[in-house]
């Protein structure tokens, strides 16, 4: 069954601080992985999207990584500011573009 | 470019009844997909649209249908609503299935059910 697994559930840390989120996935055969932003109330907004090639990719602040062989994605979040105060959710796509798996996603909270 | 858009943003129904939710894609786009997200919850998808047919389905009871219009806006409805169904409901779209590595799936804003 594929599954995409996020730790941890929440997460709090300071204003300018840097933090890690972490994605572990099943999904098989696999073809991207990406990293959505939720706010709250919203709809998630796209981050980053790796293909099973690309190791890593940024996005201003944010810094995806992949490593394709053991399954795992982790996103950095570089020098935290309280706008970056929302759920990350990682999504797995398979080969052959069938349905999306969704992980449950990490609530982070950036305190002043 | 405008985004997706959703209608209504907000919505007040009473168990049993009937509700009717609007996505309009961004323009191009051939792909909508319909998640449902409670507190708590992550996304659950309910179905994938890819030029008028239904792709793919989500594991959620018949009362949850829908559909996808020539010009790629789409519709879904719930029947014989439940205090259960009270959620936000997303509607995504893309160029392509939007599995496929190269398609990137844009959300709307939700639409807010709440069932009483």
């Known amino acids: 069954k594929n599954q995409v697994e996020q730790s941890p559930q929440s997460l709090i840390i300071l204003e300018g601080k840097n933090c890690t989120l972490q994605?572990?996935?099943?999904?098989?055969?696999?073809?991207?992985l990406r990293w959505y932003k939720q706010d709250t109330g919203r709809g998630p907004v796209s981050l980053t999207i790796?293909?099973?090639?690309?190791n890593t990719k940024s996005n201003g602040r944010y810094t995806a990584t992949l490593d394709a062989d053991t399954k795992q994605s982790s996103l950095h979040i570089t020098a935290s500011q309280l706008s970056d105060s929302a759920s990350y959710i990682c999504?797995?796509?398979?080969?052959?573009?069938?349905?999306?798996?969704f992980g449950t996603g990490t609530r982070l909270a950036v305190r002043p | 470019k405008a985004g997706v858009t959703q209608t209504p943003r907000y919505l007040i129904k009473t168990r049993g009844q009937q509700v009717t939710l609007s996505c309009s894609p961004i323009?191009?786009?051939?792909?909508v997909s319909w998640y449902q997200q409670t507190p708590g919850q992550g996304l659950q998808f309910l179905f994938e649209?890819?030029?008028?047919?239904?792709?793919n389905k989500g594991n959620f009871p018949g009362r949850f249908s829908g559909r996808q219009f020539s010009n790629s806006r789409s519709e879904m409805n719930v029947s014989t609503l439940e205090l259960g169904d009270s959620a936000l409901y997303l509607c995504?779209?893309?160029?392509?299935?939007?599995?496929?590595?190269?398609?990137?799936?844009?959300f709307g804003p939700g639409t807010r059910l709440t069932v009483t």
């Open positions: 995504a779209s893309s160029l392509e299935r939007p599995g496929r590595a190269g398609s990137e799936q844009y």
């Open positions: 994605c572990n996935y099943t999904v098989s055969p696999f073809s991207n």
């Open positions: 790796m293909t099973f090639s690309e």
């Open positions: 999504v797995v796509g398979p080969w052959g573009g069938d349905k999306l798996t």
């Open positions: 323009s191009g786009h051939r792909s």
């Open positions: 649209y890819f030029s008028e047919t239904q792709r």
